[in-house]
């Protein structure tokens, strides 16, 4: 490999290894760097560049991250083939696929390869079960109650038969939408059978509100920071995203306010309880100007309330829908975190005046969720074992939260600040400005500890120096014992940054 | 209600009941009829236009397959309501939803909710037993091997445990992944098992092949006639279809030559085996040559293989991706219709190109499908159970599809034509021009016999004078006693046709 024209100014402000991640980004795309062809190893780059080779290291990963590079164990790091990236057209036969694909470009967009492929590190399943897992929204696969579940299903199809293997409905599995309707009845409103539809997850029925509502162009409002996948899915539609700021009420309407009136709003996203990644919940006089505000510019409420039965202090809240203005707000729930994610199977409320096109798209999309897994998680559910599982896991997960908290108490610095949530799955750590949560997150890997850095969940940018912790996937023990290593990761941190910025540059190998 | 400003021209070429059709239609979309407002009831109508009620009833029915009115039993016809039609952004809040959604806009066009009615229709989904259901492309759940699932099942969750209740892989469960592509393999080309996905039964695999590729106003080629369900799909992306008529031997090559020489096209959808609804295969000189065409143009080809282990005589084909030139094929696939639908399982076969787009808009679709029910597909076929239950398929269709088209021959008029498949579920019935395939239905319907009309496989319109027959969701004696009534049916059809046109309208009550 030729010497390559990277340049890196130590006075622009701009951190040394992103300025590596963005002369190759432009090399490799204006095909300086070719497919297949190899980098330099990180020690003769990081030579050549008179900078520390940790710093190169950091550039490499999030270049693999954004999907431009891929490493091949004891052979080095290459430029990702042709067929793996953008160029899906020219792999075609000879002609082309047309103008490529506006969906596909996005797919392959940087942007969007760099969400996901950090988001998927999250979901912690590369088989890694050394690593403590404080990545991803995850519940303890150990509190299933598999045997329980393993008998229901049994005695599903010994009981329905074969009907029960045919073809379903679109709506979902009638009794399931009813056993929903009337749990869900009175803190979520007032929830119709005929309006509550079956999803496979609460990322389907994003994908499904998306394609239901949004056009090309489309202004949603999020919360900055949000989910990361919704982020994804509003922008596969061609969604652009106004985030939202929080405060410790969530969702600050009166900047809610502000973009509704200065701007045609499709759709309002939020999650007003437990809210991933923070775990913020809205307090009542907060959903109400939320609701007032959507109500008075007639702009509809997808609330996400996946986390709502996963209370461990506090007060229950209504949901947005059940108060004065929001009866017309969509709402999101999902049996993935309280219960088997592996089902796929959430629910979709809907105001009536979008069944028949949910029905409609619904069919289209996929005919409908799977019957047996429906029939089998309601009587699971009609049975108990739902209720006498949460209230384990309730008691399990604000155990963990607890350890958490005082392990962080114990060994975070000073200068850094945390939510403490009545709920959910998550808390948010804030830095002091300047220590970055992805060279953190680095750190962090090569001592076994995982976490999600803020950058994934941020819409708009940002979030540097925020990061989401989960304490629900790991054991107490084994949540100090990550905590203690972060904490320690952090003070090394601080200290270096307090010894001066200078350093990272200056240091050779 | 007062009188309506609805006139017929008995001179005009136009069926009366159409002309009736298409002056509510005007009248409900100008607001002259305002939604919940009563029709005149069927006797009054035909009394005051002075045509035969039967008239007047075909009229009724097709509007409300359509989704303008709907019939409430005991009560009369009435104008669908404001929130289940298209006023949706008007039942929001003050304000309105933005400028509605392109995309719900179309869900609720009248084009997409008379395919999507009149398609619901056929899946004999209303529990109505008695009727002889010739219409869906659905199998007979009484074949089933219920009992051996429900074995297989509690093996895999007692021996997998928890883990196949967790989150799973977006590409699927490797396992399956892995017994797919060696099964594929062979007549099917070369499967890899990392280009090997599994979906959410082939309707998905249509949704996330759509997402991947087309944008609004792109071409899409389809079989004229095609499945009904592949229309609705590329139309909710925005796709414009081009229609290529079949002869005897599937798609017609030279057309599409033309087509693709005269415009970009973004993709061809096909079904070379077991057309649905024909019923039709493509012998091996036919895919050379569309393959051919394809590759000369550069534009994939989405292969259609739902029905490949349906054969009942004749030899087997090789799908087209397994032809030279046709490498970067896409090949979709289902359990659906050789096993059990109701557990949402198919498979889709990319080129590499696609992996790594398609893995993220997976994520950003449903993040995966449900592990637990892969699983235990996998160990049923495995096992070998899938062979054995085809086994028993074949035989058992391929005796239906003898007692069909035997009872065809007998019972149906001369100038009825009909394909006679090798395999699949259906076959594709001609009827004498003038003869309207939705006139048959609604007689019929009276008779207790279900078929699916031909109107609904067009994407350019036309098919009223075809219809299909499936032959896989009843036994012989039923599917025989269905025949026969049809052949009554149409004899007295051709009859009344032969005897003049002239009766329709002049005949009172």
Known sequence: MPQLPITIDRNSGTPIHVQIVESFS?????????????????????????????????????????????????????????NQGRDVGRSLPPGGAGRGGERLEHALSRRTRQGDALAERLSGGDGDTARIELGGLIPDRELFPAEEFRLVLSDVVKEMGPVILDYGSREGYRPLRRWLAERLSGMCGEVEEENLFIVNGSQQGLDLVAKLLLDEGDTVVVEGPTYHNAIGVFRLYGANLR???????????????????????????????????????????????????????GVPVLEDNFGADLRYSGDEQC?????????????????????????????LVLPSAFREPFRTIRAYTDLSA?????????????????????????????????????????????????TVPDGGMSLWVTLPRGIDSMELLMDARREGVNFAPGV??????????????????????????????????????????????????????
């Open 26 to 82: 432009n090399l490799i795309q204006n095909k300086e760097l070719k497919p297949g062809e190899r980098l330099l190893s990180m020690r003769d780059l990081a030579r050549s560049l008179g900078v520390n080779r940790n710093t190169v290291g950091l550039a490499y990963t999030e270049l693999e991250s954004i999907g431009l590079v891929q490493t091949r164990v004891g052979s080095g790091t290459y430029v990702i083939e042709a």
């Open 243 to 297: 985030p939202v700021p929080l405060d410790g009420n969530g969702m600050r309407a009166d900047m809610l306010g502000d973009i509704l009136e200065g701007e045609r709003v499709k759709l309002i996203y939020c999650m007003p309880t437990f809210q991933n990644p923070t775990g913020v919940t809205m307090p009542l006089e907060r959903r109400e100007e939320i609701v007032a505000a959507a109500a008075r510019h």
């Open 370 to 418: 799977g019957q047996l897994v429906q029939a089998a998680i309601h009587r699971f559910c009609e049975m108990g074992y739902l209720d006498d599982h949460l209230e384990k896991v309730r008691r399990e997960n604000g155990a963990r939260l607890g350890a958490m908290t005082s392990a962080m108490e114990t060994h975070f610095p000073e200068g850094v600040s945390w």
């Open 319 to 347: 949901a947005l829908r059940s108060l004065r203005g929001g009866e017309n707000g969509l709402l999101l729930g999902t049996f993935s975190k309280i219960l088997f994610p592996g089902l796929r199977l959430g629910w």
């Open 456 to 509: 994934l969940f941020h819409a708009g940018g940002g979030g540097r120096n925020e990061f989401r912790l989960s304490f629900t996937v790991e054991k107490e023990e084994r949540i100090a014992a990550g905590i203690a290593a972060l904490g320690e990761l952090l003070r090394r941190r601080i200290a270096t940054r307090r010894a001066g910025e200078w350093r990272e540059s200056d240091v050779l190998l």
